[in-house]
Every structure is written in structure tokens, then in C-alpha cells.
């Protein structure tokens, strides 16, 4: 980009407007990618089968027989004189007598050009390759991407894969994998073949399926967002679930694409994910792994959250978020219940309840007479519900106390913790009770519009009673984590999408009409002398050229106009500070002067600062020294921003000295963000109750700070020249917002 | 206690000393009890034996001998007139014609004091009640426990439980319980059955086993204490675990007993625990389940800490910590080494590391090197070292990069992550293959000095090679969280012997001769008064009698007499505070006076002062105004002391300030402790690095800080008398330890 267009690259009033009004992804217009050639396709063609029983070729053509796929298989071999699997091959795809919509291919690098050109010809919709050698393992791999891009993109065909191992669709019941998958209401999308198998392994345990699921390898066309976006919309699909080691961007309006499509699809379904290379370490095991640039991980972090996603650190937890899901209705609110047969476990549950944002409250004594009246007075009642011991004498009070704190209006969901499932080796009546109960509670469960969850020891045994209430009613797990986790997820859902739509309903903040202008004379000026550092009165400008207020101040050239520059701020305390492009850190240079209190003391202050800065940097260049009003004082914060290479533009939020130096306290957002987004990002840094005013300190105004954080997210968003800003000092004080210090750095033009 | 001897219940010079000088616990002396006839029995009797197959007296005769118990077994029952299990019974224990070294009685309560008057009489050496029905149930059931231990103690004979599932041991082959247990070399210590039946499911699927195992239950005489300390010397037991809901305490010498004993075995034997009412509401919770006075939760915390208890949170996790002990030898170091055939896996692991204390180092050059002379140039080495697909070409690639990564100097452990055990699935070869490859991984892990853990994704269908390792080799887990928790605490164990020997190695603080008589003086004239709080002049004094060094002080009882002190303390700056028993909250009342700066301000200061206690409180006793000079100021701290209803006295350290308001950030210990653990708690807080010193400020003196935390923990040990000091603001500087205020409260005599 060359110098001249520099400024607004895009005017964005929020991040779902790039969506509407850009086609900036790497692979053209970000509208939706039609994914119904994947996941119902009315003929699949099959490259490289084979009936040698010990390839890929014979293992997933019986995949896609076996699983009965609802549309016309055609199985492709170059080879093959016989049928396989009782089919006739035929000889390559342009001899198949019908339109095909997905060609599954797994035939080695050196064949697919020739093929997907046969592919491109044929008019084939959609191809998924599963073979691997491609970009994985080099340059020569990712130069034979590029030519398959190339001509996919000709023909107007998508590309799954490749380094991938295929995918499955409930609806048109195409298992194109080797995997055993079974139908249900998970979509899962991976990066990871190794994680699908990981996944299904403890999927297949826990009776549950899916309907969609791919893995998307090397992703050199269909993405991460492609496939949300479909399963977004996607009646079978109940949860969206992704496994991701980082996402592919070309630029970075590839990872804007993707935190929209995600935030669109949370809106209306729940979406989990687990995102490796959480820690440094693991960061940088993930470059060497992926080959990827990686992003800031805290950047990554707070997108995914700005998109509503439930972010989890394992397969098992995934599982667990996508079991709930699959088997429950979400909670109103986060205030539960909990029944149980064993003191200890009723205990753990409640210790785990926090940590997953419930709040195992304390009944009210209306519930708790009712439970009284039900149970013996050595059961406590207050929440924990424990049966201690009354089931072995009746049963049924498991049933009747779900009922009582079902019907409680206080109570948002139900945990039954402990030994369920396990009466039935008492005795054959135990057994059969046990079953009786447990279809009473799953009525009971259908009927409330609370979610009830269980966990019991018993879970692994997989006993009559337990297998009729995952399969007919809610999940079991076999961990009080797993249980209170899937109810932090199930809680948290409504939390999430009225997160997302206050975000999108809020205003986004008013801009003045002139603020381009403005800033393209600053930004030009500085591009004219090659300069990247804005000096601190240019960054004001640019600052007040988006609307924020900032203190008077002057540049002097002179002691004297330093002194006349005192007397017009009307003779209260001045600072003093350097300004020059050559001198960054103006304190380590000796160029900042506090507590300027008379005329005769800027005189001094003026010679002093040039003094240092010539001792400092004999050769810096020096614009004069800013005068300016010494400001009262506040809560220190710093708000700030930077670029990152998967999301772009990018705020941060901090409470300044020790919080940000020592407990490195800070919270970011993908730019643009509105109030609501911003509030959140200062309530969760864990020094806010700092901003209610403590220790006899004031208070801040938390929506004046929103307001700027707002503000300096829209203005890095318009401007695409700006590589970082950093507002430090901030006081925050009762009444609004102060800057102290401002610096901004553009981006080098080379990089433009 | 009369006042009369309120000062100096016990003198220690560390918590070890406390069993071997007193014998103060709620049971008598705190020597070793001898669990020998519980866990090696020559002879034992089940008190309530059956041949109703319905029944518990059947199930635990059939589980006595289908174990194969090493000694004499008899059965006892009133009513049984044929043969149990082949086996003649006895009508009454004292028809036995043997000794008897073991009663298992499972008969209802109201039977019971006769039969263990006979067990007394018989001259049993210990009994088991698993019945239930004591004192869980209520007020009659605790007096009936009362009276069972009165009749044990008389004979000296030992109970475990009642309420119990009963016990396992390895070396005598007895499983007194109904559950299906296996040996192995894990000891086992339980609050609760049925979290027992949880844990063993588990430990079943993975093939472990126990040493021993007891559910101690009501734990009327037998407590966590002694069977830790037993297992701690036991032969076969290589790992001490336990579930604990809290602790019963008659007293907290019953507390600190058990914080020794598990400290002296943690010194031998890695030690685990679970404790239950970790938060807010499971604290609450607990107190309803289990009855018990809830101490402190942060000060349980910090006990377990301080006796090197590795605490974990769930079933699950404890047994990876039990596995891993049982199946690996510690490791020397926190570095390790990742090896993976799943780029995946490998980042996940390389995640998980840094939060269970591991450090995935990048590799030396030389490492790499020989890794890249076997591995292909795709591969990476740093660490993770992937395998990316070379192991379909060549199995014996992961034992050829195990001996590199083993041999490497810088490696301290060797996880292994990914996908092993599942390679046998492609070919007959590839099954033997993976099976030879096992057995010399197997090889390689014994003759190393190193651990090694496997996680696979494979682990749950438990394929011959995962088999053979997990039998002759080391632990495979099924999920990567677990093997990092796993080396986790094989890496932490010598970190946590290595700070219980400094501990114990460490002088404690050197206190002043005279210190009893100058403190007895100041708490008679309070007990005198009838009073719990020392006016700060007193605590003052009572501070220097323990050898802190305190500013100079001065009271004055009226105006002149604060000027004149102002002069003797050389001019320069005073505080000025009220000194009145009936106002606690000075600064509330307008008591205090900071920056006084000359005689005439002392006078006017003095008077208003009075004025505004006057104001406060005008039936307040005044004993007249404090003239200190000011502190020149520091880093803010709190060291304080508290009394916890499980473990006694305690002392805290935090930073002052929002650090303390806003964030909490506080660490504890039992009293007394010497410097290292006092390092160790100022290290621990979150904001700990500006002790050291950030933005330009000046650092503090931490060994100063830390003898003053000792130096306060041994005095509140010394005096039983203290309920709380509060050392609130101290100024920690670059050259000592300045205590600005100081609150000591005495707990009321009725208490004493």
C-alpha cells in the first residue's frame, strides 16, 4: 500500500460490519462458503479406492458403503480390474455418467493436479483430499498447494484438506473417514485427525455423535470459518465444537472473518473450543509444529471469548461441554441445586461449583421445609441436598426431591452427585427401583425447563438405570469436574449470547466529521520525514482529532515562550517535557519536568530539558518542549494498542504501575469494541475493585473510561498506519478520564 | 487454665518438637500408635458373621477368606447354627480358644458395648466396627461412641471407625472390607467408603493396587494421624494418599499431631491428599456434612503445604499422583523432555507443563543434533520432539530418541505423548513391532535414573505394548493432563523434601531470657482489668520482650509532657496517637496524629487528640498519648497472627495496601516456623516481586522480613494466651523491619 492511501483503510463501526461491507478475506468475498456440497452431497466420487484391504482407498470406500450413504457412490481407481466392495471402479472420474458434487481423493502428491484438473472439468462442486504429503512436510509441499489453489479457484471448486482425514455428515449419513463415527448433535471441526480419533474414542463411551465432522488439515481453502458458519446454521447440529492449533490467516482479515462467523454462530448456538499453545512454551512448540506465525496467545485468548466461545484446555473437557449440549437445555441463570447420596461428593460438587461460575446458593427455607418434610432430620438441606443414607430405605426420595428443587424459582438447574446407578447390585428389587426412579426423573427433567445434570461413581459400569437416562434424558459423567463443568457451560450460554447482543446493539461512539483530514496531515508530515514515532504533541492531535478531550498545552521554542506558556495556563503547577522524535523514553533522557510553579521556574525547566537532551542524544532533533497543566491525579491506568498478525488492531486495558509491572494485570479485546465490550474488559482485570475507590481513595468513573477504551479501539480500527498505541499514564478519576502521556507508532511503509 | 499460668503453655523450638516433648493430644501421648494388629494381625474375628448372602457379615467372611488371609481366622455369631462358608462359627469371641489380635465387628450399635467389653476382656489388641448408626446419626450415637472408647482405652485396646468400610493390607492378605481390592504400593487412608469404591474402580482399570487401605470413618480413637504415620514406615507402601473431609480434633494438638506426623513421613514417602470444602460454599457445606468445626480453609491449605502434602482435587487425580509414585522413581529436576509422535499432542503437553511445575526446556544443540541424525529434517527437535509420521517407516525411532533425550544431561524426566498403542491396529507387523519396541522403552526407563511417563490416546483399549509397559515399566494415562500431573509430582518431590529438611535444619530465632516475666507482667495488668486488647503501648512492649526492635515511644498524660517528648526525640517528626483500652479503631476516632513537627504542634495535638476521644467515646478510659517519631517509610507489609480451631496458631504475611484489600493476596502458615518457610511464604504471594524493588523504588530486606515472621510465629507459639496480633503497617526497607502499628488481642480468660 503506498504511502498516499495510508489513512482508513476501512471505516468499520464494528467488527460485523467488515463482513457486510468488505471482501478483504485472502480468498476473496467473506460471504458464505457453501459447505451443502460437503455435508449433502447427492453424488460422491471416491479417487484412489481400492479392494486391497490394507489401504486407505478399501477402508474408506467400506466406510462410505457400510455407513449408507444416502446419495450415489462412485468409487475411482485407476488400477482396479475387479469390483471392490462388489461395485465396478471406473477408470477415472470423467468417465463416471452422472454430475458429481465431492470427490473424496487419496492418491499420492504427485497424481493431484492431473486429478483435480479432471475434477475441475467434470464440474465437481467440492473436493475433500485426505492424502498427506503437501505443505506439512515443506516449500516443494506448499508449491503444489498453490497449483491446486489455483485450479480449484478457476473452476469455482472448494478444496477440504489436504493433510487431512476426511469428514462425516448425520444428514446424508456420509461417513467419507475410516473413522467408526455415529450420528448425533455435535459439529466438530478439527485440526487434528490424531484429536478426532482421541475425541471419538470417549465420544463412543458416552453414547453420543455428531452431525457434522471434519478435519480440515492443512486448510489451503475451506477454514475454521467456513465450517462454523455451516454448522452454525445447520438444523442437526446442537453445539459447535473446534479443536484448533492456530488459525490460517493470509491476512489478518482471515482472523477478523473468523472471530465474526463465530460470534454470528454464538449468537444462536453454543461453540467450544480448544486452542493449543496456550502457554509460552507451548506457543512456541506450536510454531515449530505448525509452521504458523503465531499471534499473541492473550489476543487469541480474548477473541475467542469476544466470540462467545466456551475456550477448554482438553478433549475430555470439549466432550463434556458438547455432552451437555447434545442432551441438555441451557440454564437462565447460574444458581443451582445439588442432591446427593454421598456427604463427600455433595461437598466436591460444591467446591467445583465456583470455579465454573455457578452458584451453589443456599435454599430458601420454603425449599428447605419441603425437603424436610421429605427427609430425616440428620439430612442437611441447605444445599447440598444430602439423602445420607434414606435411599437404601426409599428410593423415591431422589425422585421427590428433584421435584422440589425443580419447582424452586430460585433454583436455575439441577446436580444430582454421588452413587446413582449403583443400588442395582443390592438386590433385583433395588435394580428394577433404580429403573423405575430413573425414568420418573428423566419425565421430571423433560418437563422443568431447567437442565438437570448427574454424576455418579457408577458412570463407567454403564448400568441399566444410567444408560436409560443419557440415552432418554440428561448426561451422566463420571467426574463431579466433568458434571459441574457441563452446568458452567450450560449456564453460561445465555450469559454469552446477552454479551454478544449488547455488544452489537450499542452504539458505536461518535467520531468528528473531520477527524480524517486531521490526522492525514499529521501522518503525512511524519511519512515526509520518514519517521515511524509520533512525537507526544503530534499524538495529542491525532487524539484530539478523534473527540478525546485533552489538557491544553503549547510547544515553546524558548524559555520565554515557555514562561509565557506558564502565565496562560493561568499560573498553576506546569509539566514540562521534551519533545523531539529522536528521544522515546523522554524520562530515561532527563526530558520531563513536574511541579513547574513560576515563570522564572520554566525558564530553568526549559534550559534544563534542552541541557539533557543534549547530553543525552547530541544529534537528536529537537521540536521545542511542551508545555502543559500539571493534571490532579486519579486512579493510574494505561490503555493501549497493538497489532497482532492473526486478529490485527487490537486494545488493551491495565491499571498502571505495580498492577501492569508486577501482576502484569491486563485485559485486551480485538478492535473495534463498543461500551459493553469495553466495560468488560475493565471489570475482569482483577484490580477493578481498585476503580470503586478503596483504602478512602475516589472512585472512577468506569463509563468514561469504557468510553475511551471504546474510542481508541474505533481509532486504531479506521487506522490502518497505526502499529501501536500506548496512553500511559491515564487517570482515571470521578469524573472522567485524564491522559498523561501519550505515544504513537505507525507502521513502516514498507509494511503498508 | 487459671490465669495464673496463661503465659507459656508449651515452649517449642519447631512444630517437631511438640510430639516429642508433649503428650497433649485429645488421646494421650502422641507417640506411634501401633497399627500393627490392624495391619499384620496373627489372628482375626468378625464379630457378626453370616451365611445370609444378603448380608454384610456373609460379604466380608467370603472377602477374609477368599483373600486368603495370612493368619487365624475366626467367625463369630450368636444366632448362626450351621457352618458359614464352610467354616464352623463361634457363638462369642471369648469362646475362641487363641488370642485374638483383630475384632471386625459389623453388628447394630445397640449390641455393641457388650461385645467390645468382651473384645477387652478377650484381650484383643484392636477392633473394626463397620457398623453404622453411631455418631453420624446424632447426639445419642455420640454418646454411645463415648462410652466404646471408654471401655477400648481402659484395655488399651485401639478402634477404627465406627462407620466404616473397613481395611485392606498387602502383607497380611487380608481384606477386611466387601470391596474388591488388589495388592500393590499404594496406602490409602479414607474419610469415606464410598469415595474408596470411586478410587478403586479407577485403580482397578489401571491396574494398581494397595499396601494398605483403611476407611477410618467416625474416627473415635484411630485418626489420619496414626495411619499415616504407619504407612509412612511400612515397607510396601510407596506412596501415602488420603481423602480427607477435615480433621477431628479434640484439641488443636490434635492438629498439629497430624501436620508432624505427615511432615516426618513426607520427609521419607511422597504424601497425597484430597480435603474436601476447599471454597466459600464446600466449606459450609463440610461443616453440615461432617459436623465438625471448620478451621480456617487457607490455614488447612498451608498445613498440607508445610508437611509436604502434594494436594490434589479429585478421585482422578490422586491416583495419577498414586500411579506414578508407584510405578516411577522420583525425578532429580523440573526439566523435561517431550516426545511425541502427534504435533498436536506434543503442544497440549508442552501447555500443560509450566502449571504442574515443569519446565520444557529447549534443548542443548548437541541434543538436537543426535536427534536430527534419526530423525527427518520436518521433524521437530527443540522440544517438543515430534516424531510427525516417522514411526509408520520406523518404530524403533521413539526408542532411538528416548535414549538421547534420557542420556541428555539437562533432562531430568521424559514424557512420552501421542499415539502409541494404536499402531498395532495397521498390521500383524506392526503389533509385534510396537510390542518389541515397548519392551526396550520398558528396558531403557529401569536402567535410567530418570522417570518416564506415557500418555497414548489409546490407553482406554489398553493394547498388549500399553500393557506391558503399565505391568513392567512405567504408568501410561489416557489423558495428557494427567501424565503431566503425574511428572509433576515425581518432579516435586524433592523440592518438597528439600524445604522440610531446611526447614528443620534452621535455627529457630534466638529470643530474649527475660521474655516471660516482662510479657507475664503486661497480660496480668490487662487479665486484671478484664481485658482482651493490649493498648499499642503494651503491644509494643510485649513485642520488644520477644527481641523486635521498636522505635522509641514515649506516653504522655497531658500537653507538656508530648512537647517535652517531641524534644527528646531530637525534633524531627512525631506521631501522636490515643492510647485507650476502649478505642480499638483509632484512626476511626481521629487518634492518631501523623507529622507533627514541633513542640507547640505536639501541645495542640495532644489536646485535640483527647478532644476527638472524648468525642468518640466519652466513657473511654484514656491512658494518655503516644509520641513516636515518624517511620521514614518503606515497602507496606502485614505480619499477623490468628488462632485456627484445627491447627492453633498461625501467622500471615501480605503485602499491604490493595494488595491485601483489593486483591487478597496473603499467605499462611502454623506457628512456629523458622526463616526458610518464612522465605517461603513472603516468596509465594502474587505480588512478591516488589520486594525487590520496581519502578525505581527501593527493594526490601527479605531475610530481615522473614526473621521478623519467624521471630512473630514462635512468640505466638510461646503464648497461648494471644488470640491475634496484627503488625499493621510494617515498612519493610533496603535495611530492616519497621513495625508501625501493633494490635494484640488475648483470647478471653473463660477460654483459657
Chains 1, 2 share one sequence.
Not at 114 to 133: F, N, R, Y
Not at 171 to 183: F, Q, T, V, Y
Request: charged letters at 25%.
Amino acid at each position: 500500500m503506498s504511502n498516499a492511501t495510508f489513512v482508513v483503510s476501512y471505516a468499520l463501526t464494528s467488527l460485523s460490519a467488515l463482513s457486510k461491507r468488505n471482501c478483504k478475506t485472502s480468498r476473496g468475498c467473506a460471504s458464505m462458503a457453501d459447505l451443502t456440497p460437503l455435508f449433502k452431497p447427492k453424488s460422491v466420487a471416491l479417487v484412489g479406492a481400492s479392494s486391497d484391504t490394507k489401504k486407505y482407498g478399501y477402508w474408506t470406500a467400506k466406510s462410505l458403503i457400510d455407513n449408507k450413504f444416502t446419495g450415489d457412490l462412485y468409487l475411482i481407481s485407476k488400477t482396479a480390474a475387479a469390483d471392490i466392495l462388489g461395485r465396478k471402479p471406473y477408470t477415472s472420474i470423467s468417465d463416471v455418467p452422472a454430475s458429481i458434487d465431492l470427490a473424496i481423493i487419496g492418491i499420492a502428491p504427485k497424481y493431484i493436479l492431473p486429478v483435480l484438473q479432471e475434477c475441475a472439468d467434470k464440474g465437481v462442486k467440492a473436493v475433500i483430499v485426505v492424502s498427506t504429503g503437501f505443505g506439512e512436510t515443506g516449500p516443494e509441499g506448499k508449491a503444489l498447494e498453490k497449483e491446486m489453489l489455483a485450479i480449484a479457484s478457476k473452476a469455482g471448486m472448494r478444496i477440504m484438506g489436504p493433510n487431512c482425514m476426511g469428514m462425516f455428515s448425520a444428514p446424508a449419513s456420509l461417513n467419507a473417514s475410516i473413522i467408526d463415527l455415529d450420528k448425533g448433535h455435535m459439529g466438530l471441526v478439527l485440526q487434528s485427525g490424531n484429536f478426532g480419533i482421541d475425541i471419538n474414542f470417549n465420544a463412543k463411551k458416552r453414547g453420543l455423535g455428531y452431525s457434522g465432522w471434519a478435519t480440515i488439515g492443512n486448510q489451503i481453502d475451506l477454514r475454521f470459518a467456513d465450517f462454523v458458519e455451516y454448522l452454525g446454521q445447520d438444523e442437526a447440529t446442537r453445539v459447535v465444537m473446534m479443536y484448533m492449533e492456530g488459525l490460517r490467516v493470509s491476512s489478518v482479515n482471515d482472523g477478523r472473518d473468523f472471530l465474526e462467523k463465530a460470534r454470528r454462530t454464538a449468537l444462536n448456538k453454543p461453540v467450544a473450543a480448544i486452542k493449543i499453545g496456550r502457554s509460552a512454551a507451548g506457543a512456541r512448540a506450536a510454531v515449530s509444529h505448525t509452521g504458523s506465525l503465531a499471534g499473541s496467545e492473550k489476543v487469541f485468548d480474548a477473541a475467542l471469548s469476544q466470540a462467545g466461545v466456551i475456550r477448554v484446555d482438553s478433549p475430555n473437557e470439549l466432550l463434556d461441554v458438547g455432552e451437555a449440549f447434545s442432551r441438555c437445555k441451557p440454564a437462565k441463570g447460574n444458581r443451582i441445586a445439588i442432591l446427593t447420596d454421598g456427604g463427600g461428593h455433595g461437598v466436591m460438587a460444591t467446591d467445583t461449583a465456583e470455579r465454573f461460575g455457578l452458584n451453589a446458593l443456599v435454599l430458601s427455607d420454603e425449599t428447605q421445609k419441603k425437603l424436610r418434610a421429605i427427609l430425616k432430620p440428620h439430612c442437611p438441606v441447605k444445599n447440598p441436598v444430602d439423602l445420607a443414607g434414606t435411599p437404601e430405605a426409599d428410593m423415591w426420595v431422589f425422585d421427590r426431591c428433584a421435584e422440589v428443587l425443580l419447582a424452586d424459582p430460585d433454583v436455575d438447574g439441577l446436580v444430582i452427585v454421588g452413587l446413582y446407578g449403583g443400588y442395582c447390585d443390592l438386590s433385583e428389587e433395588f435394580r428394577q427401583l433404580e429403573m423405575d426412579v430413573a425414568k420418573s426423573l428423566v419425565e421430571r427433567a423433560a418437563k422443568s425447563d431447567k437442565p438437570v445434570v448427574m454424576h455418579s461413581i457408577y458412570q463407567p459400569q454403564c448400568p441399566d438405570s444410567l444408560q436409560y437416562i443419557m440415552e432418554h434424558g440428561f448426561p451422566v459423567y463420571g467426574a463431579i469436574d466433568a458434571a459441574m463443568r457441563a452446568m458452567g457451560a450450560l449456564v453460561g450460554y445465555g450469559a454469552r449470547q446477552e454479551r454478544i447482543r449488547k455488544e452489537l446493539a450499542a452504539k458505536p461512539p461518535q467520531l468528528p466529521a473531520d477527524r480524517h483530514a486531521r490526522v492525514r496531515a499529521i501522518f503525512d508530515m511524519a511519512r515526509a520525514q520518514t519517521r515511524v514515532n509520533l512525537v507526544e504533541t503530534e499524538a495529542r492531535e491525532v487524539l484530539r482529532a478523534y473527540g478525546f478531550t485533552m489538557p491544553e498545552y503549547g510547544l515553546a521554542k524558548h524559555a520565554d515562550e515557555a514562561a509565557k506558556l506558564f502565565s496562560k495556563f493561568g499560573g498553576s503547577k506546569v509539566v514540562m517535557k521534551i519533545v523531539s522524535p529522536d528521544i522515546l523514553h523522554k524520562t530515561d533522557a532527563g526530558g520531563v519536568c513536574l511541579n513547574v510553579a513560576s515563570e522564572e521556574q520554566a525558564r530553568q525547566a526549559y534550559d534544563k530539558l534542552l541541557g539533557n537532551a543534549r547530553r543525552y542524544d547530541a544529534l537528536a532533533e529537537i521540536y521545542g518542549v511542551m508545555v502543559t497543566p500539571m493534571l490532579p491525579g486519579g486512579i493510574e491506568c494505561i490503555i493501549g494498542s497493538s497489532f497482532d498478525t492473526t486478529f490485527g488492531q487490537t486494545v488493551m486495558f491495565g491499571l498502571g504501575g505495580i498492577f501492569v509491572e508486577v501482576l502484569k494485570d491486563v485485559s485486551f479485546r480485538v478492535a473495534p469494541i463498543n461500551v459493553p465490550e469495553a466495560e468488560g474488559m475493565i471489570r475482569e482485570i482483577k484490580g477493578s475493585p481498585l476503580l470503586e475507590g478503596v483504602r478512602g481513595q475516589k472512585g472512577a468513573n468506569v463509563a468514561a473510561l469504557a468510553e475511551a477504551v471504546s474510542k481508541l479501539s474505533h481509532m486504531v480500527t479506521e487506522l490502518a498506519d497505526v502499529a501501536e498505541v500506548d496512553l500511559n499514564p491515564v487517570f482515571a478519576t470521578e469524573d472522567g478520564v485524564d491522559i498523561v502521556d501519550a505515544r504513537i507508532v505507525l507502521r513502516p511503509s514498507n509494511e503498508m
